[in-house]
């Protein structure tokens, strides 16, 4: 079965460089989330589209933005990247079923390294 | 926001079940308990969610307490590639704002 692909799968960038995680989901879901998971920490919920639509914030910082395209993919564009950006970025993706959300499938993350 | 607590770690024996608790004192009518899993080195994995009553699939058992404040994770026969980390999330029916709490890291002894 289909899951959610993310890409890159690594990257690795330079302090005040520009990064763009990019996030397919599971056809036919219509909503996508972001997270981001710092070493030994625990996912912490960025953003999430429902829709094509921004529905929900958690802690994303101004530095960070995230749209979903037409085609139901995402991508987060991260700008002025600083060492504390390095972390895991999960992506996940869902449908509503007669209003009520489903369970999340996570993609296998993106490793962003900054040096 | 309804927050949920849980023990910052368990430990079972292999082939022995294992019981994962959960307290949401706040939780509200309409949210779902919702619980998830993260073996080392992967995203996150669904394991399972109910509202009310008590749940099974193939994967766990979701014992729900008749009040809604707190439920338990149950894995009948706790296997190595059970230890993961285990986290609890209440989710409002239509929200799509999902957030992982600390939870808890469950490590299986052969």
């Known amino acids: 079965a289909a899951g959610v692909i993310q890409s890159p799968r690594h990257l690795i960038k330079e302090k005040r460089e520009t990064a763009t995680l990019k996030c397919y989901p599971i056809p036919r879901h219509d909503t996508v989330y972001w997270y981001q998971q710092g070493p030994g920490q625990d996912p912490q919920f960025l953003i999430s589209f429902y829709e094509k639509m921004q529905s929900d914030k958690g802690s994303i910082p101004d530095r960070f933005s995230a749209q979903q395209f037409s085609d139901y993919h995402s991508e987060l564009n991260m700008s002025s990247l600083e060492l504390g950006d390095s972390a895991l970025y999960f992506c996940a993706s869902s449908f509503e079923l007669q209003g009520v959300v489903t369970e999340a499938f996570f993609g296998q993350g993106t490793r962003l390294t900054v040096v | ?110």
């Open chain 2, 1 to 110: 926001d309804a927050k949920t607590t849980q023990p910052n770690s368990m430990e079972s024996n292999e082939e022995e079940p294992v019981h994962l608790p959960c307290n949401h004192s706040t939780i509200s009518g309409t949210d779902y308990i919702h619980w998830y899993r993260q073996l080392p080195s992967q995203g996150p994995e669904y394991v399972i969610h109910g509202l009310t009553s008590n749940v099974n699939n193939r994967m766990a058992s979701l014992a729900i307490a008749e009040d809604r404040k707190s439920s338990t994770l149950i894995l009948h026969r706790a296997t190595l590639r059970d230890a993961a980390v285990y986290y609890c999330i209440l989710r409002l029916y239509n929200n799509n704002d999902m957030r992982f709490g600390a939870g808890t890291r469950l490590t299986v002894k052969p």
